[in-house]
C-alpha cells in the first residue's frame, strides 16, 4: 500500500509512505520470533516463549526519500495447515520463510511452507509475493546453508527471490535480508501500480490515483 503524505496547507508532499505487511512463517522453533526481536527492537534472548496463533510487530524505514513501514506477521509453526492462515496471509505483500541450519526436518519442511502459501495468497496481478529463504542459527553450524549453488537452485526450483543465511543471536544479515526483500516488494508495488494507472494519464491524476490504490492488493 502507498500513500502521499500531506502539508497543513493541503498539498501532497512527495514524500511517500508505503505500508508492506510481511508474514515470517516456519517450522516451530526456527528462530522466527527471536529474528524479528532483533530486528525490531535489537534485542536477543535465548527465552522466546513458543508464539501461540500470531503476533505482529512494526519496523520503520527511511528508504531514500520514501518512509517504508513493514508490519511483521509472526506466525506459530504449528499453524501451516490450520484454518487460519489464510486470514494471516490476506494482503501480504511479502514473506520470509525461515528454517533452522542445525535441524534438516526444518529446511524439509520449506518447500511445504512455500507450496501453501502460493496456494493462499497472490498478488492482483495473480503473481506470487516476494518470498526470502532465510537459513537461520547459522552462528550454531552451517551445514545445510555451506553450498551455495545448491541453495541458489533450490530458490529458484520454489520460486524464492533469494536467500539468506542468518543469526538473531549475532545479528547477522536480518537486516540485509530485509532490505533485500524491501527492493522485490517495492518492484512488485510498482508494476501493479502501473498495470491499474494508464501511462496517458498525467502525472498529477497519476498520483492522486496512487494514492487512493490501497486496496489494490487484496
Not at 497543513?8 to 515470517?24: A, C, D, I, S, T
Not at 503476533?55 to 508490519?71: C, G
Amino acid at each position: 500500500m502507498t500513500n502521499l503524505t500531506s502539508h497543513p496547507n493541503g498539498m501532497q508532499g512527495l514524500r511517500k509512505e508505503h505500508l508492506y505487511k510481511v508474514l515470517v512463517i516456519g517450522d516451530l522453533g526456527v528462530g522466527k520470533t527471536s529474528i524479528i526481536r532483533r530486528y525490531v527492537h535489537q534485542t536477543y534472548s535465548n527465552n522466546y516463549r513458543a508464539t501461540i496463533g500470531v503476533d505482529f510487530a512494526l519496523k520503520v524505514l527511511n528508504w531514500d526519500s520514501e518512509t517504508v513501514r513493514l508490519q511483521l506477521w509472526d506466525i506459530a509453526g504449528q499453524e501451516r495447515f490450520g484454518n487460519m492462515t489464510r486470514v494471516y496471509y490476506r494482503e501480504a505483500m511479502g514473506a520470509f520463510i525461515v528454517f533452522d541450519v542445525t535441524r534438516h526436518t526444518t529446511f524439509e519442511a520449506v518447500a511445504k511452507w512455500k507450496e501453501d502459501l502460493d496456494s493462499k495468497l497472490m498478488l492482483a496481478d495473480g503473481q506470487s509475493i516476494a518470498t526470502v529463504l532465510l537459513a537461520n542459527k547459522c552462528d550454531q553450524g552451517r551445514e545445510l546453508a555451506n553450498n551455495a549453488i545448491k541453495m541458489d537452485q533450490f530458490c529458484k526450483d520454489h520460486g524464492f527471490v533469494g536467500w539468506f543465511e542468518t543469526s538473531a543471536k549475532d545479528n547477522l544479515n536480518i537486516s540485509d535480508a530485509a532490505n533485500f526483500l524491501v527492493k522485490h516488494m517495492m518492484a512488485a508495488e510498482n508494476d501493479i501500480l502501473k498495470s491499474v494507472i494508464p501511462d496517458t494519464v498525467s502525472p498529477q491524476l497519476g498520483a492522486r490515483r496512487e494514492a487512493s490504490c490501497s486496496g489494490c492488493f487484496k
